[in-house]
């Protein structure tokens, strides 16, 4: 099976939802433009950003970290750091941490770690030992704490470090799941929170970009492996625990099964990401009863017409 690309090597991988068989040097090839792409389409960075990439160790944050060293060549002005946030999971982190240690040394980025309970007096581990002790309706999964508390960590080391922006290694399967996950649990606002870029725009927070958002999960861990990348490959033990594995389960069926809908599913969300930021946009608060009101208007219609009807 020859590569449709150069025609001439043997095909290592074949994409289901495009029908192209790709040799290993066109795949890496593949992969690279499609992250370059990507950043270019959402206009992900400036020519002399301060970029933080958020290395965890595993796949995809590493192969991040590979990729965006190789376009950063070419922007002199821009300068690459990567951060790990140390949660505080006894026998996992550890070995993660020293991966992303070898891997910043090797592509000679500064890298900083970051501890949950250097930033807030606990660790992972106390945290589940705390919320197990909590009646069940109040308690939330391991990855929901850590979760919470590794965005704040990760905004924290972002302004200690004063970058422009902030790295997520999220792959497509990552962010569809999210999505998924998100409706789940009813925070369908949060779609625009999720996706190429962050849609929370308003300065409070670092901007977070996902270059790999559009590179599917198999092809992130081809990458990595092809590449001879070293990342971790231990589960975290709460990992099990996650809704997301049965929504993991449940999308990889579907994409069997309909190749191309993770892709499609992902346009979707960013188009309905989009039309909230835009309705928040056009759309103030009414001064008078708080109810939406055009953005320009400091009232609505409604209470404009009582108003002027002199009911007010
Ligand atoms: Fe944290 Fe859950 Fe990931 Fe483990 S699997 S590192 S608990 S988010
Ligand atoms: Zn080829
Ligand atoms: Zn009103």
């Not at 250097?118 to 909590?134: C, H, P, W, Y």
């Not at 308003?202 to 590449?227: I, Q, W």
């Not at 103030?284 to 208007?297: D, F, N």
């Amino acid at each position: 099976m020859k590569c449709s690309f150069c025609g001439q090597n043997e095909a290592v991988l074949v994409r289901a939802y495009s029908g192209e068989k790709l040799c290993k040097k066109c795949f890496l090839k593949a992969v690279e433009d499609r992250v370059r792409t990507t950043i270019a389409e959402y206009g992900m960075f400036a020519f002399d950003d301060r970029i933080l990439v958020a290395v965890s160790g595993g796949k995809d944050s590493i192969g991040v970290l590979h990729v965006l060293v190789g376009i950063e060549r070419r922007f002199p002005k821009a300068r690459l750091l990567a951060v790990s946030i140390d949660e505080g999971i006894r026998g996992y982190r550890d070995e993660a941490l020293r991966i992303a240690v070898e891997n910043c040394k090797l592509l000679g980025v500064e890298h900083s770690v970051l501890s949950f309970d250097s930033l807030f007096g606990v660790t992972l581990d106390e945290v589940v030992q705390k919320a197990r002790k909590l009646p069940s309706a109040k308690r939330l999964g391991s990855c929901a704490y850590c979760g919470v508390l590794r965005r704040r960590a990760l905004d924290l080391a972002a302004k200690k470090l004063k970058v422009d922006v902030l790295v997520l290694g999220h792959n497509l399967d990552d962010v569809v799941q999210t999505y998924l996950l998100n409706i789940v649990h009813g925070d369908v606002w949060r779609v625009r929170h999720f996706g190429a870029v962050s849609m929370d725009s308003d300065g409070r927070f670092v901007r977070r970009v996902r270059p790999f958002c559009l590179v599917p999960e198999r092809e992130t861990a081809f990458y990595a492996y092809l590449k001879n990348v070293k990342f971790q490959s231990v589960a975290c033990p709460y990992a099990g625990e996650a809704l997301r594995n049965d929504a993991r389960y449940w999308l990889n069926r579907l994409e069997q099964r309909h190749a191309g809908s993770l892709f499609a599913v992902f346009r979707s969300f960013e188009k309905i990401g989009k039309a909230m930021v835009q309705q928040e946009r056009e759309f103030g608060v009414c001064k008078r009863c708080g109810e939406p009101c055009p953005a320009a208007e400091d009232a609505c219609v409604a209470c404009k017409s009582l108003e002027k009807l002199g009911v007010f």
